[in-house]
């Protein structure tokens, strides 16, 4: 079973929006740190956003996308606006039992499979 399963992503052109979302197959949701993930063809995977009793965002997606949770529906949701073309990747939903060092990719202990997000220049 994949503890996590993401959906939503696809393709826009630059300027557009999309949003993905990514449930959790039942761990202790409401006690663990959420957190998405991207890697581009060629690149490391880096942190965008990850959400604890309050958002975290990356620089490079600060006042463009929006992390919340729904700890009822044990669903993480990212919407993404004024999207670019560095933006994109494969996006990773993941969950971790710690509350901090939220933004680093070896804190979390299960993920998702990845979906793709393509902005068009």
């Known amino acids: 079973q994949v503890p996590l399963v993401e959906s939503g992503g696809g393709w826009v052109q630059a300027g557009g929006s999309l949003s993905v979302s990514c449930v959790d197959s039942?761990?202790?949701?409401?006690?663990?740190?959420m957190g998405w993930f991207r890697q581009a063809p060629g690149k490391e995977r880096e942190f965008v956003a990850a959400?604890?009793?309050?958002?975290h965002y990356a620089d490079s997606v600060k006042g463009r996308f929006t992390i919340s949770r729904d700890n009822a529906k044990n669903t993480v949701h990212l919407q993404m606006n004024n999207l670019r073309p560095e933006d994109t990747a494969v996006y990773y939903c993941?969950?971790?039992?710690?509350?901090?060092?939220?933004?680093?990719?070896?804190?979390?202990?299960?993920w998702g499979q990845g979906i793709q997000v393509t902005v068009s220049s």
């Open positions: 039942g761990r202790a949701f409401s006690r663990s740190a």
């Open positions: 993941a969950g971790s039992t710690a509350n901090y060092y939220i933004t680093r990719a070896s804190a979390y202990d299960w």
């Open positions: 959400i604890t009793w309050e958002p």
